[in-house]
């Protein structure tokens, strides 16, 4: 084995072949037979892509670009580095080598900066079906734009990649809400030109006047997606509806000015009664005393609508007056409950500083009336983290307290017991020998003379 190896020759080690040679026999041999045979050993991306553009002969433009397709997939030993393929792909502007990249290229950021790239829906398809990182299946569903590449990856992915299927999902979506956008845009335009034709009938010059900025607030919305001729009917119909109101205004100048002055009282009566149902958001008593204080000042002091039209507004008016005074009396009984159970927990408080034993059915009894007052509505969540912590700390207390008291009970027992022992260790005579001695105590002669 050792001779063998001694004896044996190795192999010599090709040369790097210099490239700035091949190069220049790539671009200057009148052979094209060895100018195709210098690209297939050229590594260089820049000066093969040079050869694919500017060659005469297409058999060396054809060899050229295949070996800068190979360089550029990353397959070989010989390849360039990533960095510089990266580069590379950016220059890049043919979709069919480009598509080739983003599906088979061998490192994964070359697919991404390929596909990225690419504009032909059917191979970004493709390649968020079948690539295999996750990032290059989402980054190439979000690049496709075209509904039935969008369609055909929203029926083939399946469960491979929820990513992928929200995204499809999302952009058909964004597709469909875009091609229904101009027939929604011309309902809305009908609908407004005709809103603002049949203003003015019935001779509601005021009421059309007072709509018509209305319609054209939502106009502005949509003027300029409108259609042409949209955009004509809806300026002709307003330009006749002001020429047949400045008619009507010169005609009726004072019924005009009693209507609007109508109008103004209706309008700021309504605003009282929206400022009156914003009074949940009050969480002051004296900010609702000053409310309807303000609100029934500035109602009195307006004129008077016609009966048919004052009598609704009257109605809420009373309606949301009592409506703040009953929140008004919500708050002020949150206020007296929030205040009530701040004294309990400070009587709490005050029975646990002291040293002497606590009493059992009076604290409870306390500590119930605070849990009741927590329930109700509107009571202060820091309380109720003040309550739960003195709870804790009672039954600690009681729990401590109760342990003693059975250590002295049974303390005394023991004591008791001690105390009782000699009396127990004395031997008595059973009771009929001691009834026969007294009986012959009480006979002895001798005894009795003696």
């Known amino acids: 084995m050792i001779f ?100 088979e290229a061998r490192d994964a950021e070359v697919r991404r900066a390929a596909l990225m790239k690419l504009t032909d829906q059917d191979v970004l398809a493709a390649c968020a079906l079948n690539d295999p990182l996750a990032a290059n299946r989402s980054a190439a569903a979000q690049c496709i734009e075209d509904k039935d590449a969008l369609e055909v990856v929203v029926k083939n992915i399946g469960r491979k990649d929820k990513r992928v299927y929200r995204v499809a999902r999302q952009k058909l979506k964004e597709i469909a809400q875009r091609e229904a956008l101009p027939a ?63 008619a009507y205004r010169r005609e009726h100048e004072a019924e005009i000015a009693a209507a609007e002055a109508r109008e103004s009282v209706r309008r700021e009566r309504q605003q009282l009664l929206d400022e009156l149902a914003s009074h949940p958001s009050l969480t002051g008593e004296a900010e609702l005393d000053a409310l309807r204080d303000r609100v029934w000042a500035r109602w009195e002091a307006l004129d008077l609508l016609p009966e048919q039209e004052q009598r609704p507004l009257t109605r809420r008016c009373q309606t949301l007056m009592e409506e703040v005074s009953a929140h008004r009396e919500r708050l002020a009984l949150q206020r007296r409950n929030n205040r009530r159970l701040r004294k309990l927990l400070g009587n709490l408080d005050k029975a646990m500083e002291q040293s002497k034993p606590l009493a059992d059915k009076s604290l409870r009894a306390l500590v119930a009336e605070a849990e009741g007052l927590m329930q109700a509505q509107g009571a202060d969540l820091q309380l109720g983290d003040a309550l739960a912590r003195a709870r804790d700390r009672l039954e600690e207390r009681l729990r401590k307290q109760k342990h003693s008291a059975e250590q002295r009970v049974a303390q005394l027992e023991e004591k008791l017991q001690e105390l009782a022992s000699p009396f127990t260790k004395v031997s008595w005579p059973p009771s009929s020998l001691r009834r026969q001695a007294v009986c012959r105590g009480r006979t002895t002669p001798g005894r009795r003379s003696g």
């Not at 192999?11 to 037979?33: C, F, S, W």
């Not at 892509?49 to 054809?62: H, I, M, N, P, Q």
């Not at 590379?88 to 983003?102: F, I, K, M, T, Y």
Request: with cysteine; proline share 3%; net charge neutral.
């Open 4 to 103: 063998k190896r001694l004896l044996s020759k190795k192999k010599p080690v090709p040369e790097r072949e210099n490239q700035d040679t091949l190069i220049q026999v790539a671009r200057t041999h009148q052979d094209p037979a060895i100018r195709r045979d210098a690209c297939r050993r050229v590594n260089r991306l820049p000066d093969l892509r040079e050869r694919v553009l500017s060659d005469s002969d297409a058999g060396v433009r054809e060899i050229a670009l295949a070996h800068y397709r190979h360089l550029l997939s990353g397959e070989g030993g010989e390849a360039p580095s990533i960095w510089d393929r990266l580069h590379e792909v950016s220059l890049l502007a043919d979709e069919r080598l480009l598509g080739h990249l983003a599906r």
């Open 184 to 246: 929604r845009i011309r309902e809305q335009s009908a609908e407004l030109c005709d809103k603002l034709e049949r203003l003015g009938r019935f001779e509601g010059w005021v009421q059309g006047r007072a709509l018509l900025d209305l319609l054209d607030r939502q106009w502005a919305e949509i003027e300029s997606q409108a259609e042409s001729h949209w955009r004509e009917r809806y300026q002709g119909l307003r330009d006749r509806f002001l020429a047949g109101y400045d």
